[in-house]
């Protein structure tokens, strides 16, 4: 199959989204489809409702209205391991990593999710739990090496600067083995080096574990630069969604990005 028809799958589908807290829409009849292996990026002011779409999609939240498709399951009544194991994999504003724990143990317990072992065989350390231990610790030792981070594995999180604790979290998220990758501001907190290094990591994940990513970011030109394609959110709804280009020059967008600190959408 070639790649053109490989990016007109439709992965992830939002029909008619809804969510209100206290009256107050966060989400209002949004509908968008993400394709298979591309990067789908969802920008918008603070409040516009982008991170509250991901907890949606992650089962943290329940919409009121609308259904999430993923590879053609509804999502809306799963709980988040479920969804995980369903192949979404995601990272988070705030980091959600196990400070106490070293970088290696916490890519084992995003691993531990597809172990496939039962009570008693743990107990006992039977030979199939010893063969399972040692495939994940493999593959967890796999991913922080892409990551440059396997020298770091013995080592405690709360050692890391954000920075580097921002990849080990992007290393977790890649151990769900996700067909899905959600990144919430993954450069919240970084400099523009970082930003600049992340945005080819971003790209790199996405062509080497061919995978879709699903992206939330105020750094607009990473956004621009990553994205194959944007949607727009003001108040919970969406106002405009295309190519790279097309944002930029959406008369709407400009709009609502006009006066925002932070923020140029024409970057």
């Not at 199959?1 to 969510?19: A, G, R, Y």
């Not at 991901?54 to 391991?81: M, W």
């Not at 070293?102 to 039962?118: C, D, G, M, Q, S």
């Not at 994205?227 to 944002?247: F, H, M, Q």
Request: charged share 25%.
């Amino acid at each position: 199959m070639n790649e053109i028809n490989i990016k007109d799958q439709k992965l992830l589908i939002l029909k008619n989204l809804s969510l209100s807290f206290g009256g107050i829409k966060a989400v209002s009849n949004l509908s968008l489809e993400v394709n298979s292996h591309e990067i789908f990026s969802i920008i918008g002011p603070n409040g516009a409702g982008k991170t509250t779409v991901f907890n949606i999609i992650s089962g943290f939240y329940q919409p009121d209205a609308g259904e999430v498709l993923f590879d053609n399951v509804n999502l809306t009544k799963c709980r988040p391991h479920e969804i995980a194991k369903l192949g979404i994999g995601r990272t988070f504003q705030n980091l959600e990593l196990f400070s106490k724990l070293t970088v290696l143990e916490n890519i084992l317990v995003a691993k531990h999710l597809f172990v496939r072992t039962n009570f008693i065989g743990e107990l006992l350390k039977s030979e199939k739990v010893i063969k399972e231990e040692d495939k994940i610790r493999k593959e967890s030792l796999a991913i922080l090496q892409y990551l440059n981070l396997e020298e770091s594995k013995d080592i405690v999180i709360s050692n890391f600067p954000f920075p580097i604790q921002k990849r080990i979290e992007l290393a977790r998220a890649l151990a769900l083995e996700p067909k899905l990758l959600i990144l919430d501001e993954p450069a919240g907190g970084l400099n523009i080096i970082e930003t600049k290094e992340l945005s080819i990591m971003i790209k790199k994940i996405q062509r080497d574990f061919h995978i879709t990513i699903l992206l939330v970011e105020h750094d607009m030109s990473m956004v621009m630069n990553v994205s194959d394609r944007i949607c727009v959110l003001d108040y919970g709804e969406k106002i405009a969604e295309g190519t790279p280009k097309e944002i930029q020059n959406n008369i709407k967008v400009i709009e609502v990005y006009l006066g925002k600190e932070e923020i140029d959408v024409r970057a």
